[in-house]
């Protein structure tokens, strides 16, 4: 799908194209959502140079995520998504060029979605392609804060389900999730400011004033956010050896309870197996009051090894 964000007169327009479509005047932007190869096809038509594929969106290499062709700046950045209670990252491809910008995507990104949303009613005023690169950039650094402020109202609740037996286990799940989702949130602030970076260097003699001052603030709240990325990971470390400490502390007293138990039961145990032997020459055998005997002596074996035990504070 092909849509174009057309800036004329003062007012932006979104129009769906089709492969039979040419680019209207004043495009600042055109957004390729899961395109078909006839689409990419049409794309190239005004490129000068080989689009890029999904595969080569996905690559980690610097090289391949940042540089300059006769095309314009390219940039493949590592947006956020929000999956139920999960994060994911997903790449999408940016063209940076004179006359517009160029998005290649597979995957339904919720900031796009926010974006022209916000075209739609105004809340954003652009008129360039650099400045519409630099604002998408911008609710996505506010996104990232705002996944980590979930992140910390999570775990706030983490520190009392740690001492809650029923709630162990989802406690090692929550956990689990919760390291997971902020490994993804650091990995798209650390890609945020790599792909800044770049701008800021090599494109700078392109940008304003104003788009350098915005650049510069995005990059002084990546800076702000990474101590809060790395507390977290403090925190969680901290939660699971916790939540470990205290499985394995009620391991140990269920262990000891039946170590006791053992021990409580073993005097009975030797005076039952002494009367359990059929030599001939047994005594207590023909005692009228021997059977009796026995039990309470088992009792009374039983009763006197607990007593020593609660005496000297074992249970």
């Given at each position: 799908?092909?849509?174009?964000y057309?800036?004329q007169?003062s007012?932006?327009s979104?129009?769906?194209?089709?492969?039979?479509d040419?680019?209207?005047?004043?495009?600042?932007?055109?957004?390729?959502?899961?395109p078909?190869?006839?689409?990419?096809?049409?794309l190239?038509?005004?490129?000068?140079e080989?689009?890029?594929?999904?595969?080569?969106?996905n690559?980690?290499?610097a090289?391949?995520r940042?540089?300059?062709?006769?095309?314009?700046?390219h940039?493949?950045?590592?947006?956020?998504q929000?999956?139920?209670?999960d994060v994911?990252?997903?790449?999408?491809?940016?063209?940076?060029?004179?006359?517009?910008?160029?998005?290649?995507?597979e995957?339904?990104?919720?900031?796009?979605?926010?974006?022209?949303?916000?075209l739609?009613l105004?809340?954003i005023?652009?008129?360039?392609?650099?400045?519409?690169?630099?604002e998408?950039?911008?609710?996505k650094v506010?996104y990232l804060?705002d996944?980590?402020e979930?992140?910390y109202?999570?775990?706030?609740?983490?520190?009392?389900q740690?001492f809650d037996?029923?709630?162990l286990?989802d406690?090692?799940?929550?956990i689990?999730?919760?390291?997971?989702s902020?490994?993804?949130?650091?990995?798209?602030l650390?890609?945020?400011?790599?792909s800044?970076?770049?701008?800021?260097?090599?494109y700078r003699?392109?940008?304003t004033?104003?788009?350098?001052?915005?650049?510069?603030?995005?990059?002084?709240?990546?800076?702000?956010?990474?101590p809060?990325?790395?507390f977290?990971f403090?925190k969680?470390?901290?939660?699971?050896?916790?939540?470990?400490?205290?499985?394995?502390?009620?391991?140990n007293?269920i262990i000891?309870?039946?170590?006791?138990?053992?021990?409580?039961?073993?005097?009975?145990?030797?005076?039952?197996?002494a009367?359990?032997?059929?030599?001939?020459?047994?005594p207590?055998l023909?005692?009228?009051?021997?059977?009796?005997m026995?039990?309470?002596?088992?009792?009374?074996?039983?009763a006197?090894t607990?007593?020593?035990?609660?005496?000297?504070?074992?249970l």
């Amino acid at each position: 799908m092909i849509t174009a964000y057309v800036y004329q007169d003062s007012k932006l327009s979104i129009v769906e194209l089709g492969i039979q479509d040419t680019v209207p005047m004043g495009t600042l932007w055109l957004d390729l959502f899961k395109p078909e190869d006839d689409e990419r096809e049409w794309l190239r038509g005004y490129s000068s140079e080989e689009l890029p594929e999904e595969e080569d969106i996905n690559e980690i290499e610097a090289s391949a995520r940042f540089y300059q062709n006769r095309d314009g700046l390219h940039i493949n950045s590592l947006f956020p998504q929000r999956v139920g209670q999960d994060v994911k990252g997903v790449n999408i491809s940016f063209n940076l060029r004179q006359q517009f910008l160029v998005t290649l995507r597979e995957d339904d990104v919720g900031l796009i979605r926010l974006l022209r949303n916000y075209l739609r009613l105004g809340r954003i005023q652009v008129s360039t392609p650099q400045a519409l690169f630099l604002e998408l950039f911008n609710l996505k650094v506010d996104y990232l804060s705002d996944l980590i402020e979930d992140v910390y109202s999570v775990l706030d609740n983490v520190g009392e389900q740690v001492f809650d037996n029923d709630e162990l286990d989802d406690v090692f799940k929550l956990i689990t999730l919760q390291e997971d989702s902020n490994g993804k949130i650091r990995l798209s602030l650390l890609d945020t400011q790599r792909s800044l970076r770049y701008m800021q260097r090599y494109y700078r003699g392109k940008l304003t004033d104003d788009d350098l001052k915005d650049l510069r603030e995005m990059l002084s709240d990546i800076e702000s956010l990474m101590p809060h990325s790395q507390f977290i990971f403090d925190k969680l470390n901290f939660l699971l050896d916790a939540a470990m400490g205290f499985s394995g502390l009620q391991q140990n007293k269920i262990i000891k309870i039946f170590s006791v138990a053992a021990v409580i039961f073993l005097p009975p145990t030797v005076i039952a197996s002494a009367y359990g032997m059929n030599f001939t020459n047994m005594p207590e055998l023909e005692w009228q009051w021997g059977y009796p005997m026995a039990i309470l002596m088992m009792i009374g074996s039983a009763a006197s090894t607990y007593l020593f035990f609660k005496r000297k504070g074992w249970l």
